[in-house]
């Protein structure tokens, strides 16, 4: 049964910090993994998702990578903002329309 | 496009009573699911759809009914509300299986039932 861990649980980094966030699987036949954020009582938004194709996807300042053999994903976060304040989550895809999701990394950017 | 939209985003429930939480896309998606969402346990798969007609259980189905009689609208129901059923639900949408399965949520529907 594939597990998603994000670690750490919570972060906090002063701004202009270039951040890695983590998030390993322990299925590594995955399709795809997303990436995604979520603010205070607000929904999921979509950043990234990279195909078990790609090594990694890139938008802003925003970079993700995957390693399927090692079973692990990172977000790197360049130049961080006081407003890339948020939680972030992963989740895997693996077969048709089944997702797992990390229990995410709560993610303060200090002004 | 409005994208995946939810109604109501707030409700108070007593408990024993009935509620439909509402979810409509508009992107043509085959797939759509609900979630709850509560502290130190995640998002958790309640009921999902892959067209419509078709519907399924998923990780956390008691308590709650769905049906997809549209390709745009996957109500979510709750029969009987109880305080356990307190939490925040999300709807979420994909296009086809042969698509990245690329997820897109709602904005959430917070439900405390008292």
């Known amino acids: 049964k594939q597990e998603v861990t994000q670690i750490p649980a919570a972060l906090s980094v002063p701004e202009g910090e270039n951040l890695v966030l983590n998030c390993s699987f322990t299925?590594?036949?995955?399709?795809?993994l997303q990436w995604f954020r979520q603010d205070p009582g607000k929904g999921l938004t979509s950043l990234l998702l990279?195909?078990?194709?790609?090594r990694e996807q890139t938008s802003g300042r925003l970079n993700a990578s995957l390693d399927k053999s090692s079973g692990r994903s990172t977000l790197y976060i360049a130049a961080s903002q006081p407003g890339d304040s948020a939680t972030y989550l992963c989740?895997?895809?693996?077969?048709?329309?089944?997702?797992?999701f990390g229990t995410g990394t709560r993610l303060k950017v200090l002004a | 496009n409005a994208g995946v939209t939810q109604t109501p985003k707030f409700q108070v429930l007593k408990t024993g009573q009935s509620m439909t939480l509402q979810c409509a896309q508009d992107?043509?998606?085959?797939?759509m699911s609900w979630y709850r969402q509560d502290p130190g346990m995640g998002l958790r798969l309640i009921h999902y759809?892959?067209?419509?007609?078709?519907?399924d259980q998923g990780e956390v189905p008691n308590g709650y009914n769905v049906s997809r009689s549209t390709t745009e609208d996957f109500p979510l129901r709750l029969l009987s509300a109880a305080p356990s059923q307190t939490s925040v639900y999300f709807c979420?949408?994909?296009?086809?299986?042969?698509?990245?399965?690329?997820?897109?949520f709602g904005e959430g529907s917070r439900l405390t039932v008292l």
């Open positions: 979420a949408s994909t296009p086809g299986q042969t698509n990245t399965g690329e997820l897109f």
């Open positions: 299925d590594s036949a995955i399709y795809n």
């Open positions: 990279i195909q078990s194709s790609q």
């Open positions: 989740a895997t895809i693996t077969g048709t329309y089944k997702y797992i």
């Open positions: 992107m043509n998606h085959e797939y």
């Open positions: 759809s892959v067209g419509a007609g078709i519907t």
